[in-house]
């Protein structure tokens, strides 16, 4: 693996040192060289100061005795300093006593004029008589602060140089030492990590380099190492867990081809019971009931057409075969419909379960005009399930309310809906004969009664085809009653996760 030379760390980190080093060495030259720039003005003004005081008695003596000649002289001396370039003496009345001028020096730094006040050149000094108070004269010079200043200004570039050289010099040596403390120890790691197997990660340990043991470096090759120990660990685990998955996989692909037997096996034994069971039906519809018409017809024609001849006790045991006849008959229609609900497909679909309830209610009244019974309905209750199978659980709860409402002095019936146990729960209520609690287990069980025929008619299968509808449903169906004071019957009508017809 490599990496472009001006993209590696140690590079980048001498590119930064070096502008930081170059920036501070600039500005930290220019900040020196400021401050020996006003010491330099002093010095000038000082210089020059000196050389005029050392003319001052001769110009002055000049000025006093008005001695042209002597005034030249003075003049000529202070030329002898090659930084004036103009001088003049004159008396108290401003007449020139001696005056030479030589053409300025041009400068190339001559933007820098500002810097050494080039502007301020003109110095003047008064010349006094001997008793230093009255004024008999002036001296006046032009300077070139420029020639006084050379020295300074290459010791300024000199500065500037030097220092550029040294930051430049101390950069590179970060440089290098940035190079073999953190570039090459970074490069070498990068080329370890190179050799890592993929597949086993954990064999391969990083090498600390030396002299990192201790450091951030160090620090991060060890936990490095151990993210990889680590993850081989675990990819030896995974390795593990697919081996024995691939061994579940096909553990389980034996089991469902065992499955598949199993089920055609039972599909087939189920098939041939539900043969069984439709050949029951249809001896139970026709074979049973061919006979028991013909006792019931018979019957029939003894008690219209002999029932004058016959004593009391033969009409009463006459009576008593033709009740029997009824209720055998009776029997068999509830067989049938037993049989019936745990067979055909079911077709759910949304429903008002209201409205069919109201329908059978009226059916019922239209049946039985003289019971005076109260209904109350809850509005839209909506359902999803099979409106045919559904219309058999209604009518066998609504029977039953009916029934036991008899004997009840203000008959009532509700319909509704409610939460149980946070699931919703519908329910019919009445405010019958009731039952005892402790025999609520023997409720949907075919032909178990918990009251006497004597006093509610009924063959006890109508509850249990109730349980039957409900569970192909996948729901659930209970009661709750207390003798004398009605009784609830309640059932669920869960909405399936996914509607698999049962042809598919």
């Known amino acids: ?104 020096t041009k400068h190339e730094m001559s933007w820098l004029g500002p810097l050494i006040r080039a502007d301020q050149n003109l110095y003047t000094v008064p010349l006094y008589v001997a008793d230093g108070k009255t004024v008999i004269g002036e001296m006046r010079v032009l300077v070139d602060r420029f020639l006084i200043a050379e020295a300074f200004l290459d010791r300024a570039g000199l500065v500037i140089l030097t220092g550029i050289l040294r930051n430049f010099s101390l950069a590179i040596f970060f440089g290098v030492l940035f190079y073999y403390t953190l570039g090459r120890p970074v490069m070498s790691t990068i080329a370890s990590l190179a050799t890592i197997d993929p597949n086993q990660p954990g064999k391969t340990q990083v090498k600390i380099p030396p002299g990192h043991s201790e450091d951030e470096l160090g620090l991060l090759i060890s936990k490095i190492n151990s993210i990889l120990s680590d993850f081989d660990q675990t990819l030896q685990q995974r390795f593990l867990t697919e081996e024995e998955l691939k061994r579940n996989q096909n553990t389980i692909r034996q089991l469902n081809m065992r499955l598949e037997e199993r089920v055609k096996m039972r599909t087939g034994e189920l098939e041939a019971a539900n043969k069984e069971m ?79 309830f109201d329908e059978i209610i009226t059916e019922y009244k239209a049946d039985h005009p003289k019971r005076d019974i109260s209904i109350h309905v809850s509005p839209d209750i909506m359902a999803y399930a099979d409106k045919r199978f559904m219309r058999v659980v209604l009518e066998n709860l609504i029977s039953n309310a009916w029934k036991y409402t008899t004997h009840s002095q203000d008959p009532k019936i ?91």
């Open 414 to 504: 509700f319909f509704g809906m409610t939460d149980k146990d946070g699931y919703q729960a519908y329910y019919i209520e009445d405010n019958g004969a009731g039952f005892d609690m402790a025999y609520a287990n023997k409720l949907f069980s075919p032909f178990q009664r918990l009251h006497s025929s004597r006093d509610f008619e009924g063959t006890g299968v109508g509850l249990a085809t109730v349980q039957r509808v409900i569970h192909r449903h996948g729901g659930e169906v209970w009661a709750e009653a207390k003798v004398n004071e009605g009784a609830t019957f309640y059932f669920t009508l869960p909405r399936p996760l996914v509607d698999f017809s049962e042809e598919d």
């Open 1 to 104: 693996m490599t990496i472009k030379f001006s993209n590696r760390l140690f590079f980048r980190q001498t590119r930064n040192a070096l502008l930081v080093a170059l920036a501070l060495g600039v500005v930290v030259s220019l900040a020196q060289i400021v401050f020996d720039l006003s010491s330099e003005q002093k010095r000038i003004d000082q210089i020059v100061l000196q050389v005029l005081n050392t003319t001052k008695e001769s110009a002055a003596q000049a000025a006093y005795s008005l001695n042209n000649e002597l005034a030249l002289r003075v003049v000529k001396g202070l030329f002898e300093y090659d930084p004036i370039y103009s001088a003049q003496i004159t008396d108290d009345f401003g007449r020139h006593l001696a005056s030479l001028e030589r053409p300025l």
């Open 278 to 356: 439709e050949s029951f039906t249809y001896s139970v519809s026709h074979d049973l009931r061919a006979p028991l018409r013909t006792i019931g017809g018979f019957s029939n024609i003894l008690h219209d057409e002999y029932g004058d001849t016959l004593d009391e006790q033969a009409s009463h045991y006459l009576d008593r075969v033709r009740k029997g006849t009824q209720r055998m008959e009776t029997l068999i229609n509830d067989l049938l419909k037993l049989s019936r609900s745990t067979r055909g497909d079911l077709h759910r679909a949304d429903f008002n379960l209201s409205q069919l």
